[in-house]
């Protein structure tokens, strides 16, 4: 199993619409998650950082479950300017952050 | 954002030449990365330094060489690379917590390589 897992994608969704991602890990010791946001030809941003059993910001809510070692990113009414990549990221051991593959969005008008 | 930056952000060379990436960071952060980027790839890790000290080196070819002088500083030395090197170099910085787990990583706007 690898580390980190993402739904493939791509998602394309409308304007307005709800869209959730999902990501597994694989380490059951990870205490902490992070959600980027990586554009096109840019670099990953931190978008949200998951400490307890979910977080949520604005339009964005992400959740985690450590029995099932899922963690989730729902995002509501969704704009134009959501359109990118998201990276779920888990700290491994050491200092080392592993990068799932990430899951494109596209919203359309 | 200023954060973590590297240069050059592009670079083109050919497979015998020597050329350098640099990143600096000013969060005053422990530890600080190389990442490569390719296309339709996941970011693969290449290097950590932590306190200046590189503590992991992900089996990348010795063509690769990096250079930590302090905790501010991250260079990437590159000798006689391939054309399948090509790709976005991403520098990142981060506070390692007491008990060696990582806190939020920060990246650099990346150096986009080209090997021909």
């Known amino acids: 199993r690898k580390e980190v897992e993402q739904d493939p994608g791509p998602f394309n969704v409308p304007e307005g619409a709800t869209v959730a991602f999902n990501c597994t890990y694989s380490n059951s010791a990870s205490q902490s998650f992070f959600w980027y946001r990586q554009d096109c030809r840019k670099e990953p941003k931190l978008l949200m950082s998951v400490y307890s059993s979910g977080n949520e910001d604005g339009r964005f809510t992400a959740q985690l479950n450590r029995a099932s070692q899922y963690i989730s990113l729902l995002i509501r009414d969704s704009k134009l300017s959501d359109s990118a990549t998201y990276l779920c990221v888990v700290p491994s051991y050491g200092q080392n952050f592993v990068f799932g593959p990430g899951t494109r969005l596209s919203v359309l008008p | 954002e200023t954060g973590v930056t590297q240069t050059p952000r592009h670079l083109v060379m050919g497979m015998t030449n020597k050329k350098s990436l640099k990143c600096e960071q000013h969060?005053?952060?422990?530890?600080m990365y190389w990442y490569k980027q390719s296309a339709k790839k996941p970011l693969e890790l290449m290097f950590v330094y932590s306190l200046e000290e590189r503590v992991e080196n992900n089996s990348v070819p010795s063509r690769f060489s990096p250079e930590c002088p302090n905790s501010s500083h991250l260079f990437l030395h590159l000798h006689t690379l391939q054309p399948e090197d090509s790709a976005l170099y991403l520098c990142a910085s981060s506070q390692v917590l007491p008990g060696g787990s990582g806190n939020t990583i920060y990246f650099g706007e990346g150096s986009w390589l080209t090997v021909v």
């Open positions: 969060l005053g952060h422990n530890a």
